[in-house]
């Protein structure tokens, strides 16, 4: 399974822009690139999913490198309900095996 | 609220006992996979069921076990409890159409503790 490394915490102050970076180097062409989030104490919750272009939801957007081998997820404007665990996720298409690693912390300052 | 429901929410049990946990999915949904998710850490993948069959499975021991049922919902059952099998279960229900599998939605999870 290919992985990912994603920065193990970032901050970011209330209504500014936040971008959470993700490298996935040896992604394979099949791969989807997932984001799910996770609040405390709750499931995961999907973000955002994307192949080669770029993505936007009411959520989020994510910026796929030309190459693939990275991402980020970004979003516009951070409010205190945003602080999770950014988890960074590459799946093969049609299995619904996730692989989880560490996810960024983000921290959302008042 | 993502319609993913779970129970128990908390469980106490004790080493070599055995526990079955329950998970139901999302209207709609054919598919359901099972997380374990220790302090900490990011959810490992157990298994994942499609139409009542296990169609993928991670890198735990036989002792775990899963069934889905014909309204797709689905238990989760593990033998012979270690203290290591301490941890949140998470259960995520999505769509098998064709050869795509659409995005997961997760439940709140049941907290196993083994003493």
């Known amino acids: 399974d290919a992985k990912t490394t994603q920065p193990n915490s970032m901050e970011s102050n209330e209504e500014e822009p936040v971008h959470l970076p993700c490298n996935h180097s040896?992604?394979?062409?099949?791969?989807?690139i997932h984001w799910y989030r996770q609040l405390p104490s709750q499931g995961p919750e999907y973000v955002i999913h994307g192949l080669t272009s770029n993505v936007n939801n009411r959520m989020a957007s994510l910026a796929i490198a030309e190459d693939r081998k990275s991402s980020t997820l970004i979003l516009h404007r951070a409010t205190l309900r945003d602080a999770a665990v950014y988890y960074c996720?590459?799946?093969?298409?049609?299995?619904?095996?996730?692989?989880f690693g560490q996810g960024t912390t983000l921290q959302v300052k008042p | 609220e993502t319609g993913v429901t779970q129970s128990p929410t908390h469980l106490i049990k004790t080493r070599g006992q055995q526990v079955t946990l329950r998970c139901s999915s999302q209207?709609?949904?054919?598919?359901v996979s099972w997380y374990q998710q220790a302090l900490g850490q990011g959810p490992q993948f157990i298994f994942q069921y499609y139409r009542e069959e296990e169609n993928g499975r991670g890198n735990f021991p036989p002792r775990f076990s899963g069934l889905q049922f014909p309204n797709y919902s689905s238990e989760l059952n593990v033998n012979a409890l270690e203290l290591d099998d301490s941890a949140l279960y998470l259960c995520a229900s999505s769509r098998l159409v064709r050869d795509t599998t659409y995005e997961q939605y997760f439940g709140p999870g049941t907290r196993l503790t083994v003493t």
């Open positions: 996720i590459l799946r093969v298409r049609r299995t619904g095996k996730l692989i």
């Open positions: 040896t992604i394979s062409g099949t791969d989807y």
């Open positions: 209207s709609g949904h054919n598919t």
